[in-house]
Structures are given as structure tokens and as C-alpha cells.
T-cell receptor
Framework: NAGVTQTPKFQVLKTGQSMTLQCAQD?????MYWYRQDPGMGLRLIYY???????DKGEVPNGYNVSRLNKREFSLRLESAAPSQTSVYFC???????????FGAGTRLSVL | DQQVKQNSPSLSVQEGRISILNCDYT??????FLWYKKYPAEGPTFLIS?????DKNEDGRFTVFLNKSAKHLSLHIVPSQPGDSAVYFC??????????????FGQGTILTVHP
């Protein structure tokens, strides 16, 4: 029972490079979320998708784009990475009427 | 504008004693509150939640208390065990409009339970 799977687990980028963080869930959840976690800041919402075909900005969307590829998959793209985007990124999912979110193991990203 | 605050960055407790983790919020629209536990190199895992229509919810060793008038909630762990050592995040959610389903997290409290 995989739950929420994130790839890659680790990534090092140079400033200006682009990359896509992948997330897939096998719980048939409608809603999916991307967060970043920085020291002393808790988890902050970047983007979310309430259902397949919809995406909306969260608290800290600048520098990111997302794609809800299908019900299972929700990707996060950094078009031109900056050192300020060094962080741990978490994907989560939830069933529409349930406020409990289930998280992946995270992607640790360093931008040099 | 930190709508959910955990003012204690860390807490150290002896095994077998009670751990009390605190959380304050400012947004009166929040009506559902959750606690997550996070081990190093893992994602947060759901621990326990409470709706604003209740003031207490208990699940085994874990109890969450909600004081709406003070906009304060706390997580009690009794008895504390070394395996409880982790980062604990408080989160809050509001119903309706564009808020539905979205969680606002506190900064986290590192709990260390000593044998």
C-alpha cells in the first residue's frame, strides 16, 4: 500500500536549471497539494488541486508551476531554480470531504 | 502573518511522564484542527484531530484539547515513550469558499522523550 509516492528523494540543481518534482497517489483521492518546509517555518502551501482538471495557488506560489496530469498524479515544476527554493518539498492528498491529508516522504532539493 | 503558532520550538520530557504541546491560532474561521507527527527523513503522518464543536478528543495515549475562546489547542501524550520523539505540527482548516480542504501549519515543536 504505497499511499503518496514522491520522486526524486534528493536533487541538487544549479541556479537557473529547471526540474519537475513528481507525485502520485494510489488512494483515489480527489485533492492533491504541494508544500515546502523550511526551518522554523512549518509547512507552507505552494499549490493545490481540489480535483482533476483544477489547480490553484497557495501561500507561496511564486517561481513554481503545477500540472494535475490525471487523478493520480500532480507535478511541481521549477522553471528557473533559485537558491531561495532550497527546501524540502512534500506532496499530499486527501479525499474531498475529509480534511485529513496524507503525505509523501518528501523531496530534498538544494539549489546552488 | 502566522495564523497558527507553536511558540515552543522544543520540549524535553522523561519517559512515562506527560508531554504537553501547545498551539495558538488567530483566524476565527478555523473550525477543524489536526496534529501531525514527523520523523526525520519522512513525511508528516496524521495523529489526531478535533472539530470546533468539541473541546476534547482522545485516542489512546493522545488527547487533544480545544479552547475556542482562547484560540488555543494542546496535545497531551500520556505516558510519553521514547518512540514519541519527533517533530509535532499543529494544523488548522476552515470550511467553505477557497479555504476548504487547505491546511495552515504551525512551525512545529521538537519533542524529545528521554529513557
Amino acid at each position: 500500500n504505497a499511499g503518496v509516492t514522491q520522486t526524486p528523494k534528493f536533487q541538487v540543481l544549479k541556479t537557473g536549471q529547471s526540474m519537475t518534482l513528481q507525485c502520485a497517489q494510489d488512494m483515489n483521492h480527489n485533492s492533491m497539494y504541494w508544500y515546502r518546509q523550511d526551518p522554523g517555518m512549518g509547512l507552507r502551501l505552494i499549490y493545490y488541486s481540489a480535483s482533476e482538471g483544477t489547480t490553484d495557488k497557495g501561500e507561496v506560489p511564486n517561481g513554481y508551476n503545477v500540472s494535475r496530469l490525471n487523478k493520480r498524479e500532480f507535478s511541481l515544476r521549477l522553471e528557473s531554480a533559485a537558491p531561495s527554493q532550497t527546501s524540502v518539498y512534500f506532496c499530499a492528498s486527501s479525499e474531498g470531504g475529509n480534511r485529513i491529508q496524507y503525505f509523501g516522504a518528501g523531496t530534498r532539493l538544494s539549489v546552488l | 502573518d502566522q495564523q497558527v503558532k507553536q511558540n515552543s520550538p522544543s520540549l524535553s520530557v522523561q519517559e512515562g511522564r506527560i508531554s504537553i504541546l501547545n498551539c495558538d491560532y488567530t483566524n476565527s474561521m478555523f473550525d477543524y484542527f489536526l496534529w501531525y507527527k514527523k520523523y526525520p527523513a519522512e513525511g508528516p503522518t496524521f495523529l489526531i484531530s478535533i472539530s470546533s464543536i468539541k473541546d476534547k478528543n482522545e485516542d489512546g495515549r493522545f488527547t487533544v484539547f480545544l479552547n475556542k475562546s482562547a484560540k488555543h489547542l494542546s496535545l497531551h501524550i500520556v505516558p510519553s515513550q521514547p518512540g514519541d520523539s519527533a517533530v509535532y505540527f499543529c494544523a488548522a482548516s476552515a470550511t467553505g469558499g477557497t479555504s476548504y480542504g487547505k491546511l495552515t501549519f504551525g512551525q512545529g515543536t521538537i519533542l524529545t522523550v528521554h529513557p
